[in-house]
């Protein structure tokens, strides 16, 4: 069983930065691609950002290009997510997910870390 593990979420202030964390942890696991996802109360959980394991292509979602950044550990099944310049828009729980190379949708998922910028 693969799990995921976020951590790095808070409270913060308009402009500032966060760093989220996500391990995957288990049985042998390689992802095809990891992401994390965002949702607000009363909203979908939509994609924010998403990191191909193979060759490190990266995908952001308009509201945060430019702003937020996903990476990954060179060697161990960690993707991370940094966001500056943080805007209230921005609060939300974020969730880690991971896909392996046998599936085509979001199979492991995190429990979320919450996210909240206040003005």
């Known amino acids: 069983q693969v799990q995921l593990v976020e951590s790095g979420g808070g409270s913060v202030q308009t402009g500032s930065s966060l760093r989220l964390s996500c391990e995957a942890s288990?049985?042998?696991?390689?992802?095809?691609?990891m992401a994390w996802f965002r949702q607000s109360p009363g909203k979908d959980r939509d994609l924010v950002a998403r990191i191909r394991w193979p060759n490190g292509e990266t995908f952001y979602a308009d509201s945060v290009k430019g702003r937020f950044s996903i990476s990954k550990h060179k060697t161990r099944n960690t993707v991370y997510l940094q966001l500056s310049s943080l805007e209230t828009e921005d609060s939300g729980v974020y969730y880690c997910?991971?896909?392996?190379?046998?599936?085509?949708?979001?199979?492991?998922w995190g429990q979320g870390t919450q996210v909240t910028v206040s003005s």
């Open positions: 997910a991971a896909r392996s190379y046998s599936s085509t949708d979001w199979t492991y």
């Open positions: 288990g049985r042998t696991f390689t992802p095809y691609a």
